[in-house]
């Protein structure tokens, strides 16, 4: 983080957040997160179009404009990833779903149709 500090002398809060800290860390990461999610869909985007499916939220009611804007804001964390994955040291697992917290495993994540191969148990 010292290293973070000197670069963004005057916005150290920056530091706090990934897309501005993640080169001066030292070790290797895996980035585990969403492409976009239930939470970032209504809090971020300011969308409410999601409704409940059979496995979670669906974008099934969503317009082709929400759809749109759900997809600008899916490549703008794409391409923070492409700049992440550039250092050797860090790795990535990424989805896009529409499910908030996609990583949780209990009755109402782990179904058939979200594994991989489907039904393989």
Not at 31 to 60: E, F, P, R
């Amino acid at each position: 983080i010292d290293i973070c500090n000197r670069f963004y002398v005057g916005e150290e809060y920056k530091c706090l957040f990934l897309q501005y800290s993640f080169t001066s860390i030292q070790g290797t990461m895996l980035l585990v997160n969403s492409q976009y999610d239930s939470w970032a869909i209504k809090n971020v985007l300011d969308i409410n179009c999601l409704t409940d499916g059979k496995s979670g939220k669906t974008l099934s009611a969503c317009s082709s404009s929400e759809i749109s804007n759900i997809e600008v804001y899916r490549r703008l964390y794409l391409n923070f990833l492409s700049n992440f994955v550039q250092f050797s040291k860090n790795g990535v697992w990424t989805i896009s779903c529409s499910t908030h917290v996609y990583a949780v495993f209990n009755d109402f994540y782990n179904v058939d149709v979200e594994k991989v191969p489907e039904t393989s148990g």
